[in-house]
């Protein structure tokens, strides 16, 4: 096995002395996308609109729900897989770039979840806007050689074309939904209408041809709904679709409580994790709670909750009051452009602290990979660009913790690399922060938000492996940095063994 960033920061992926083979998967001609393009964003507004007049998914989502009901989907949404009571499956999110990120990915995945049942992809299977004729490029290409079913929730991204191409693809190639009457003229749904973005006329014509990638017998998954329980072995895996804005509708909440009952070990996989960056998000439940009530309600009897959204990995172990530990994780490095960890302020939350905190990539390595791209960006490479030792030094100081990876005898925290961290959005620790409430620090932070790809290793993406049996299971985080070294053996990046009983 490779050594991981924890070990070294070769293990990291700098100074990589190979390139992996991912490039030979790629077509020969990708969309790069860009978040910082207008017409990009333009083309994803439907979030804001629903942000400001009024969010249509729970009624999208029931019409869904209901014409799978009517063509004979179960009624429980229960997917029921004959499984031993030891297997392992793998789970994967925020995947559909179509790009560098997304194939560095692939080698790895494949490799580690050669005996695997089945994947499970966590939110944004598709970007931009979840548009059917996308599928080709960014799910049905990169994943054509794994030789399992894949099932999927759908993320933000893939409502924005309320869910047309999620449905077709994973849901028995499910019928358009008929148009709905036209709201009242001048109310907030006739506002939302005249600007809610839609899919292209004759979207999807390719993906009859797509198919064909995926179509041996052993890779066909047909789950009832976006939503969605799976019985295997010894555990329920659930699947809730968190839509546009990370709620549940009240059906869907009465169903994952329903769903959620009786005493066979449970993990959630969600499009909105339910702790990320350092703050618990609970995730409501219209008409009132959350799926965190749900999770932690001891009669439910829920192991883990794994969630989307965030692209990059961070795992927090909270003991609860009745003596269980549920852990919760963010696993959305699957593909997307990458979220920075260095901007987590030193964790205190649930009385998870640092010393139970795991995030991936490491905070020192996120802070150096975004001074170089914003040091290209801007154009000023002498000025933000940290090395990896400086970038572990500043951050071990800011938040006052012990590095995970020894930063180096060389690395000196000078004025530079100390204001570079700040530009950047580097965390602190909740006491010295404090301190830093003027508006001008909440402007750099913003500026300089990671928002944009790379398309140069090491790309810090990864995924998850879970291995069931009758008494626990194994959760790995395997990374995937763009470097041969790693497609051929993926580090361990983070481990727990969790108790079933």
């Given at each position: ?53 009024g969010?249509?998914?729970?009624r999208?989502r ?45 080698p790895g ?19 931009p ?6 599928y ?9 050689d ?17 869910l ?19 709201p ?15 899919p ?12 064909k990638?995926?179509?041996a ?34 059906e869907?909440?009465?169903?994952l ?10 993990i ?38 794994i ?20 852990q ?17 302020p030193?964790?205190s ?6 010393q ?23 154009r ?14 500043v951050?071990?100081e ?24 700040g530009?950047l ?5 909740p ?8 508006p ?25 492996r ?29 481990e ?6």
């Amino acid at each position: 096995m490779s050594d991981s960033s924890r070990d070294t920061a070769e293990g990291a992926g700098w100074n990589s002395t190979e390139r992996g083979a991912y490039q030979q998967l790629m077509p020969q001609r990708i969309e790069k996308i860009s978040w910082l393009n207008p017409k990009t964003l333009w083309a994803a507004r439907n979030g804001v609109l629903a942000s400001w007049f009024g969010d249509p998914t729970g009624r999208i989502r029931g019409r869904w729900v209901a014409q799978r009901a009517a063509t004979g989907a179960p009624a429980d949404k229960v997917i029921r897989r004959e499984e031993p009571d030891r297997f392992s499956f793998l789970v994967i999110g925020d995947t559909g770039e179509g790009d560098d990120p997304q194939y560095a990915v692939v080698p790895g995945f494949l490799k580690t979840g050669q005996d695997t049942s089945f994947a499970v992809l966590a939110s944004d299977v598709i970007y931009p806007v979840g548009s059917a004729d996308d599928y080709d490029t960014k799910f049905f290409r990169p994943y054509q050689d794994y030789q399992a079913p894949i099932y999927a929730i759908p993320g933000n991204h893939d409502w924005y074309e309320d869910l047309g191409g999620f449905m077709r693809v994973f849901c028995d190639d499910a019928p358009p939904l008929p148009p709905e009457p036209r709201p009242r003229p001048l109310s907030r749904a006739w506002l939302r209408s005249l600007l809610w973005h839609r899919p292209r006329p004759g979207d999807g014509q390719h993906l009859a041809e797509a198919r064909k990638l995926r179509s041996a017998p052993v890779q066909q998954a047909v789950q009832p709904g976006p939503y969605w329980a799976i019985d295997a072995g010894p555990v329920r895996i659930i699947g809730i679709d968190t839509g546009l804005l990370g709620t549940l509708d009240a059906e869907q909440g009465a169903w994952l409580r329903e769903v959620s009952r009786g005493p066979l070990p449970k993990i959630l996989v969600t499009g909105s994790p339910l702790y990320v960056d350092g703050r618990h998000e609970p995730c409501a439940i219209e008409g009132g709670g959350t799926v965190d009530d749900v999770v932690r309600d001891p009669a439910h009897h829920y192991v883990a909750a794994i969630g989307g959204d965030i692209h990059n990995y961070q795992r927090y172990p909270v003991r609860l009051d009745d003596g269980r530990t549920l852990q919760y994780v963010v696993a959305g490095g699957g593909g997307a452009f990458m979220h920075a960890t260095h901007t987590i302020p030193r964790v205190s939350v649930a009385d998870v602290t640092e010393q139970d905190f795991r995030c991936y990539p490491l905070r020192g390595d996120s802070l150096a990979f975004y001074s170089r791209l914003y040091g290209r960006r801007l154009r000023m490479r002498r000025f933000f660009t940290l090395t990896e030792a400086e970038a572990t030094a500043v951050i071990a100081e800011r938040l006052g913790i012990r590095p995970a990876r020894a930063p180096g005898a060389s690395a000196r925290v000078t004025r530079r690399v100390r204001l570079v961290a700040g530009l950047l959005g580097t965390g602190r620790r909740p006491d010295k922060a404090k301190r830093f409430r003027l508006p001008v620090r909440k402007v750099y932070t913003s500026l300089f938000s990671p928002s944009s790809a790379t398309y140069s290793p090491p790309f810090f993406k990864c995924f998850l492996r879970l291995d069931v049996s009758p008494d626990s299971v194994r959760l790995r985080c395997y990374a995937a940095t763009g470097d041969r070294a790693q497609e051929l053996s993926p580090p361990v990046e983070d481990e727990v063994t969790i108790p079933l009983r």
